[in-house]
């Protein structure tokens, strides 16, 4: 079975503090597709990143960052320099391989970035 | 704007009830998605389908029912209502993927929020 796990419920921090988003995926496929999606307030989904089980290169755009280390099964999300815009609900997300497209969420994590 | 249209964007009304859920997706997109928030279960996978044929199910109850209309668009029929049905209904929509691998970004759009008194 797939499972993800987003151990942290809730972070707050100062503006222009770095945070770390964590998120650990379970499923047994050597073929699978991990994302990021954003929650601001206002409620919408809002898709950050993609990235499949063969590329474990870390991405950077702007101020975010994803870590994907197969060997741990954790795909983290770093934001550099927080702002208040920042300030969402974040949900880290896993696809399978194959013909449906059945995104499996994590809990979530509730960012509170302070100015 | 995500490009996926949902309505309506609040719905109140009473157990016991039947409501309706309509979502255009994308431009283009063929698949459909529904899924459900709610603060006890997060966001659940309920239904997929893919121009017009049902393509996976998750978490549905059996009060609750969709389909996709040779337009694209799609209905999510939510019956015989409880308090406990309250939640925010989203709907997602991706391209087709010429390879029939589950690689596609969904897009979502605003969401419908129930709440059932």
């Known amino acids: 079975a797939q499972k993800v796990t987003q151990a942290q419920t809730e972070i707050s921090v100062v503006e222009k503090e770095d945070v770390t988003l964590d998120c650990v995926y379970e499923t047994r496929d050597t073929t699978y597709y991990l994302f990021w999606y954003k929650q601001p307030p206002s409620g919408e989904l809002v898709f950050l990143i993609r990235r499949n089980s063969f590329d474990e290169q870390n991405e950077i755009s702007g101020r975010y960052s994803w870590n994907f280390q197969k060997s741990t099964s954790s795909f983290n999300f770093t934001i550099t320099a927080s702002q208040v815009v920042d300030s969402a609900v974040y949900f880290c997300a896993l696809i399978r391989g194959g013909a449906t497209n059945k995104l499996i969420f994590g809990t979530g994590t509730l960012l509170a970035v302070q100015p | 704007d995500s490009g996926v249209t949902q309505t309506p964007k609040h719905l109140i009304t009473a157990t016991g009830q039947r409501v309706t859920l309509r979502c255009s997706p994308r431009?283009?997109?063929?698949?459909v998605y529904w899924y459900q928030q709610s603060l006890d279960q997060g966001l659940q996978f309920l239904i997929q389908y893919y121009n017009g044929e049902e393509r996976a199910k998750g978490n549905i109850l059996e009060r609750f029912s969709a389909q996709q209309f040779p337009d694209l668009h799609s209905e999510l029929n939510l019956s015989s209502l409880e308090l406990g049905d309250s939640a925010l209904y989203f709907c997602?929509?991706?391209?087709?993927?010429?390879w029939g691998s589950g690689a596609n970004v969904l897009t979502f759009g605003a969401g419908s929020r129930l709440t059932v008194l």
């Open positions: 997602a929509s991706s391209a087709p993927n010429l």
């Open positions: 431009s283009g997109d063929l698949s």
